[in-house]
């Protein structure tokens, strides 16, 4: 576990994300219950998961009113924007959230060469409409989007997402866990 003031200094470090804007959207997840909020004196604790919410609603770039709707959607966007049921195979992720923890889980203890292939990825957050876009090092593309919608559509005019590129995810959560 890691204190939210150990979360936000450690994504402005490793994402570049300024802890400015950070204050604002983690204050917001706290208050919609998204986020651990502590007690008196007792500074929050966050998890791997609540690190993956933190950093995919604060990369998906909502206005401030928006961001527990953005954590919200990443908890149901599923690959593809299947309609899984509860008999899908466990090895689906369940949603982006869910993958994102994964890979943090393989980040903090996987085998050297599995924490070698998620340095090579890159996660794409998207900014207009509610979509993760994974792309690994073998080229292959997988989309998290709200179930129903086709993710293989562009939604908008224009395309525009907030990179993170896995060396930079890794680092984060191996300075955090």
Known sequence: MATLNRVLD???THIGFPRSRTNGISRRLQEAGQ???GAPGVAPELGQRDVCTLLSTLMSAPK???AVDHARAYSAMTP???MLSADAPDSIPRSALEYLEVKS???IGGASDAVEDVRGHRFEF???WRELSVHTPEG???RFVLPGTLASHQQAPH???GLVKGEAFVNLMKDLF
């Open 10 to 12: 450690a994504i402005e």
């Open 35 to 37: 986020l651990p909020v």
């Open 64 to 66: 401030l009113h928006q």
């Open 80 to 82: 593809g924007g299947a």
């Open 105 to 107: 889980e393989i980040a």
């Open 126 to 128: 998207v900014h207009g």
């Open 140 to 142: 292959i593309v997988t």
């Open 159 to 161: 395309r525009i997402a």
